[in-house]
């Protein structure tokens, strides 16, 4: 203080100014005052503008269980065909630690057969029989032992958005069989132990009485006491702790519970007022408190809804809302462009035929957490927070391992801004690190900061994502560039004959029912769809589609034709071209050439009749060849090698191929697609 009052006193320093010999000295000092009075004036200002961190090891706060993402909705379908050098380097952006994404828990569908998004997956057991040994079918079973191959400690957790037909109540003794024959697929065939269940349906809510008096019992009695369950996995303003309050005897049936969408899914805006933010009965509640599913947007971007705007959601949703477990849908966009909810998730691998694949800055955005803490870490709520308290811009979150001292601090920008982080006493001292991201360039180790008396100043840029840590080992994994994109090919054939029983075929994706590969009565390997009867849909409006169907081929097709033989064994087959449309809307299917097993043939546009006919002497048990073809505005059916019909139309001239069935146990073989010969 002394130094100060002599530097400052000196300047007004009546016998150091002479005004008689000089004007420009007098000037001088003058500036000297002027420039004192700005400088001090610029400290105070960026006293103010700084903001500071205080992290302190006594510092109260929610334990961090971890970040993931939920594989449904058939999101991954087209990720599982890719070569297997590609998979693998896929599946390590994805989950292995320190790597990329480094993903800590994995919820996934439990198939039951119907549309649940972007298609459908299969169940373990189409039917009550299927009980006694319920099959290992689609690929989540598959991902989660992949997921842990990769990282042992990885949380799995499997929902259903469909339930098989025979269940007949979702709430009923037969549906919590359902679940534990799902958990028993998992250990049999996998050697794998799920720990969590999601005790409802998704976003249709769940039976407090059923979990306590059903699930929870069954689930015990067959040796899955260890799983814990998870509801109600629905939209909503967190009534479940209303219900809970009047029926205190069902307060431990969870083991925690999540909502989906907390901050809302319109307006994409992350100071959005209309939200389903967490309620102080919640918060009191001790409870584990979940985003159980969030985003679901295109980490392709970096701005608007993408990359940045995860990161900025993930802080806010422990600092307003004490969650502490947050779960993107979707992992990866294994989907079809053709699909509706394309381009949806942290990566994309959706063309398996190429090999090509992409990341996403959304896999560095959540890199910025899930590399630099982990499950049982505990937030440290004194130093979370907004950077303005005007908006969710900017904010941090400060976290610490309880056992080491290590810390970690994750602040996402809105303007430029300078930070000091104090370390207190506990935690550990030494090199800080820093790891910073931006729309430029993402996930670059920065050079590390000295501690100053236990301080560390930074300017941060705006509109950035950066972790300062006492932690090492963090990587930002590249197997180099992958390869190129490449159309669909064509022509295409397939007579599955490369494939067990039992067998999604590669590029097949079925959008509902479920087609699998099984013995030929010709001999061979053929194609079936084996759902019997439609199953308890998602929502109502899943039942756009009146009957299972799978697509494959390129969305650019316009002239071509498909054909393929069937054995209708009841209702009707079907084979289509020109697919179009992402939306849930009647008729979606293109053109449509269908023969039922009376031997009706007809040809519609979507669910409009074209013209239809009757084929003289038909043999229903006969297998018969279907062939649509499609050139501009002519299009053309064949039975058999027999033209029946050829219209002029013009409802759509683009599209991808497909095959459909009624719920009725109808073969396929030798698909093929081609250029048209006329």
């Known amino acids: 203080m002394s130094i100060f009052y002599n530097k400052f006193f000196s300047i007004f320093d009546i016998n150091r100014i002479n005004y008689k010999s000089s004007d420009v000295r007098y000037f001088f000092n003058m500036k000297k005052i002027i420039f004192f009075f700005v400088a001090i004036g610029a400290t105070m200002l960026n006293l103010k503008a700084q903001t500071i961190i205080s992290l302190k090891a006594n510092d109260k706060g929610r334990v961090f269980e971890g970040i993931g993402a939920v594989s449904a909705g058939a999101s991954t379908r087209n990720m599982v065909d890719y070569p297997e050098k590609q998979r693998s380097e896929i599946l390590d952006y994805l989950f292995k630690p320190k790597f990329g994404a480094s993903l800590q828990h994995l919820k996934v569908e439990i198939g039951g057969g119907e549309n649940s998004t972007c298609g459908s997956e299969p169940s373990h057991a189409i039917s009550r029989e299927e009980l006694a040994s319920p099959k290992p079918r689609g690929y989540e079973f598959w991902l989660m032992s992949e997921a842990r191959k990769r990282n042992p400690n990885i949380i799995l957790n499997g929902l259903p958005w469909a339930f098989p037909n025979w269940v007949g109540d979702r709430f009923s003794q037969a549906s919590a069989d359902w679940f534990v024959s799902f958990l028993e697929v998992a250990r049999k065939n996998y050697h794998m132990e799920i720990d969590w269940l999601s005790a409802s349906q998704n976003e249709m809510g769940t039976d407090l009485n059923w979990v306590a008096k059903t699930l929870r019992p069954t689930l015990d009695a067959h040796g899955f006491s260890k799983v814990k369950l998870i509801g109600p996995d629905d939209n909503g303003d967190w009534q479940i702790f209303d219900e809970l309050e009047k029926k205190p005897e069902y307060k431990d049936v969870f083991s925690a519970i999540g909502y989906h969408y907390v901050d809302a899914r319109e307006p994409w805006n ?41 990161a900025r959601l993930m802080n806010k949703l422990y600092t307003r809302d004490l969650i502490t477990k947050y779960e993107i ?43 630099f803490a982990e499950p049982g ?52 001292k030494g090199p800080v690190y820093l790891w910073k991201s931006t729309a ?27 972790t300062l840590t006492s932690t090492t080992g963090q990587t930002k994994g590249s197997y180099g560039t992958p390869p190129e994109i490449k159309p669909f090919p064509f022509p295409y054939t ?14 097949f994706s079925d959008q509902k029912g479920t087609f699998e590969t099984c013995p030929s009565p010709k001999g061979g390997i053929c194609l079936t769809q084996i759902v019997p009867k439609q199953g308890i849909m998602w929502f109502a409006f899943m039942n756009w589609a009146l009957k299972p169907f799978s697509v494959f081929g390129d969305i650019n097709w316009q002239d071509y034709a498909i054909e393929g033989d069937v054995l209708i064994n009841g209702g009707d087959v079907e084979i289509g071209g020109r697919y179009g449309g992402r939306l849930y809307e009647k008729g979606m299917l293109g053109y449509r050439w269908i023969l039922t097993s009376d031997g ?35 299009i053309t059916g064949l039975i058999d090698s027999k033209k029946l019909t ?15 069935s009624t719920y009725d146990h109808n073969l396929f073989d030798n698909i093929r697609v081609e250029p048209v010969d006329h």
């Open 600 to 634: 009706r043939w007809q040809l519609n546009w979507q669910h409009t009749t074209i013209t239809s006919g009757q084929i003289d002497q038909f043999d229903p048990n006969a297998w018969h060849h279907l062939r649509l073809e499609m050139k501009g505005n002519q």
């Open 440 to 466: 430029k360039e993402q996930f670059i180790k920065q050079k590390p900061l000295r501690l100053n008396k236990n301080s560390v100043e930074v300017e941060l840029e705006g509109d950035a994502i950066y």
């Open 494 to 507: 397939e007579n599955f004959e490369s494939y067990s029983p039992g067998v999604t075929p590669r590029y």
């Open 329 to 371: 849908w979707c992992p990866i966009d294994g989907i079809y462009d053709e699909i509706i909810e394309p381009s949806t998730g942290a990566m994309q691998a959706d063309q398996p035929w190429s090999g090509h694949y992409e990341v996403w800055p959304a896999i560095w955005a959540l890199a910025h957490t899930t590399q």
């Open 377 to 428: 870490w505990v937030y440290m709520d004194g130093a979370c927070g907004q950077i303005d308290t005007a908006t969710w811009r900017g904010s941090h979150v400060a976290l610490r391992n309880p056992k080491t001292g290590d810390w970690s601090v994750i602040i996402v920008t809105g303007d430029k801004k300078k930070v000091k982080l104090n370390i207190g006493e506990g935690l550990k």
């Open 270 to 310: 992350i100071d959005q007022k209309a939200n389903h933010h967490t309620t102080e009965k919640a918060k009191q509640s001790e409870k584990l408190l979940w985003a159980s599913e969030e985003w679901s947007n295109s980490g392709r971007e970096w701005g608007g809804k993408g990359a940045l705007y995860l």
């Open 646 to 660: 050829t219209v002029s139309d013009t409802s759509h001239v683009k599209g991808m191929a497909f095959i459909a």
